[in-house]
């Protein structure tokens, strides 16, 4: 019998499937001074990757389901796409900067090792969003509308097989700075999203919480949309 998903992902940061460990590692030192959030575009791979999955059964918090934590493991360093089987149903991970993360799967039946089946591994582009530094105002100029700028609207089912509708607003505020504000909207309460972003030509990169998201222009009404956060998601958005 086919698992049908239950939980939203891209919902809460507390048990997000893409894990920061160096982030939590950071020293002081490297706390003062401006890095870079790593992200990955998974629409470019560049390699390939060995992974494994292992399965812990845990205590569902609804009456009748069953919960299991899955723990990835991959080859790569990091920007490890891990595309496995539940039951017969597609689902991927992804690993953004660390070789092991863990998800959460809930379902009617109890989830074994038994169930996962077809587990391949790619490594995706590594790319950058470079924060800009607090004594490097922007200088305040008359700006042109940005590639983005406007409403964009799409749907689609996350890496659970949950589906979503994405509403998304682009505002450029500095050269090479936009502002993202929208809705996420799915079987679970509404999620506003509020965030600050970095172009590089014809991408469109921002971070919310532990949610990395891209943004790359098809074509003037189209844009190819991912996020891995608590699972992931990808969709064509159209300019509304």
């Known amino acids: 019998m086919m698992m049908k998903q239950l939980f939203p992902a891209l919902f809460l940061a507390s048990a997000a499937t893409v894990l920061l460990p ?8 490297a706390a003062a001074t401006p890095t870079a959030d790593p992200s990955c575009d998974c629409q470019q791979p560049v ?6 999955i292992a399965v812990k059964p845990v205590e569902a918090t609804t009456l009748g389901s069953y919960a299991a934590e899955l723990k990835f493991t991959s080859s790569a360093p990091a920007c490890s796409k891990i595309n496995y089987y539940v039951d017969g149903t597609p689902y991927f991970n992804v690993l953004v900067s660390g070789n092991t993360g863990t998800d959460n799967l809930w379902g009617p039946k109890q989830i074994s090792r038994a169930n996962i089946t077809e ?3 790619q490594v995706c582009k590594q790319v950058s969003i470079t924060p800009i ?28 097989g949950s589906a979503q509708r994405w509403t998304l607003s682009f505002a450029t505020t500095a050269a090479g700075q ?22 590089s030509g014809s991408v469109l990169s921002w971070k919310d919480q532990q949610t990395l998201c891209s943004a790359s ?9 991912e996020c891995h956060g608590q699972g992931s998601v990808q969709m064509v958005m159209k300019r509304q």
């Open 47 to 52: 390699g390939a990757c060995s992974a494994s």
């Open 178 to 199: 936009a502002a993202i504000t929208g809705t996420m909207e799915g079987n679970f309460p509404t999620v506003p999203i509020s965030a600050s972003g970095t172009v």
């Open 22 to 29: 160096q982030a939590a590692a950071q020293t002081a030192a």
């Open 119 to 121: 587990i391949s591994c």
């Open 133 to 160: 530094p607090q004594d490097k105002k922007p200088v305040k100029s008359e700006l042109s509308p940005g590639l983005f700028d406007g409403q964009w609207a799409g749907a689609g089912n996350n890496s659970f």
């Open 217 to 225: 222009l098809l074509t003037d009404v189209s844009l190819a949309f």
